[in-house]
């Protein structure tokens, strides 16, 4: 089972500010499958990036995705307040399925 | 726009099992192009995937379920189901239901039911 390891696990920042996101992974995930999702407070996650940093449909610019290998980070380039969740990434590499443990962005 | 809903009991007591649906609209589950899943999330933790069943009824499911898991299809109404035997409080949580592409280069969530938290309790 790959084991997704992310940081920081809280992030404290004011809207505006870049937000840099990482996910590191306890075996290489090939061919870039790993996707980021956003959850808010009762929500169901949303799809953010899938291959690493393919935006999915209707996700902001402000939103990318980059990495490779055990490595893989998202990026928030100016947070705005709908922005302040918890981010998850996923790998679909192999089975079973895993998530991170989350790293939530809050508002400083 | 498709959606997913989840429906089933929310509080259920220890040792039975649990029975969840997921009803499919404005899509249908008869699709080469995608699998349908499920996911829990246990109060204030992280996702953890349970399994997944394509229309003809082909599963996977997560070894760390001990075997417990069933999932399944009804293509005449639309809904794929999840069981869950042997109930402990530690199977309290969120449940979601989802849809995921079909092969292995599109195993993430596109879409998602909003959740119904199950309880396990006596």
């Known amino acids: 089972e790959i084991v997704l390891t992310q940081s920081p696990g809280t992030l404290s920042l004011s809207p505006g500010e870049r937000a840099t996101l990482s996910c590191r992974a306890s075996?290489?995930?090939?061919?870039?499958?790993l996707a980021w999702y956003q959850q808010k407070s009762g929500q169901a996650p949303r799809l953010l990036i899938y291959?690493?940093?393919r935006r999915a449909t209707g996700i902001p610019d402000r939103f990318s995705g980059s990495g490779s290998g055990t490595d893989f980070t998202l990026t928030i380039s100016r947070l705005e307040p709908e922005d302040f969740a918890v981010y998850y990434c996923q790998q679909y590499d192999s089975s079973p399925l895993t998530f991170g443990g989350g790293t939530r962005v809050e508002i400083k | 726009q498709l959606q997913l809903q989840e429906s089933g009991p929310g509080l259920v007591k220890p040792s039975e099992t649990l029975s969840l649906t997921c009803t499919v609209s404005?899509?249908?589950?008869?699709?080469?192009?995608?699998?349908w899943g499920w996911v829990r999330q246990s109060p204030g933790k992280g996702l953890e995937w349970i399994g997944c069943v394509s229309f003809s009824g082909s599963t996977r499911d997560n070894p760390s379920l001990k075997s417990r898991v069933t999932i399944s299809v009804d293509t005449s109404r639309n809904q794929f189901s999840l069981q869950l035997n042997s109930l402990t409080a530690a199977d309290t949580a969120v449940y979601y239901c989802g849809r995921r592409g079909y092969n292995s280069d599109s195993g993430f969530f596109d879409f998602w039911g909003q959740g119904i938290l199950v309880t396990v309790s006596s």
């Open positions: 075996q290489s995930v090939s061919n870039y499958y």
């Open positions: 404005g899509g249908s589950v008869i699709s080469s192009s995608y699998r």
């Open positions: 291959g690493a940093s």
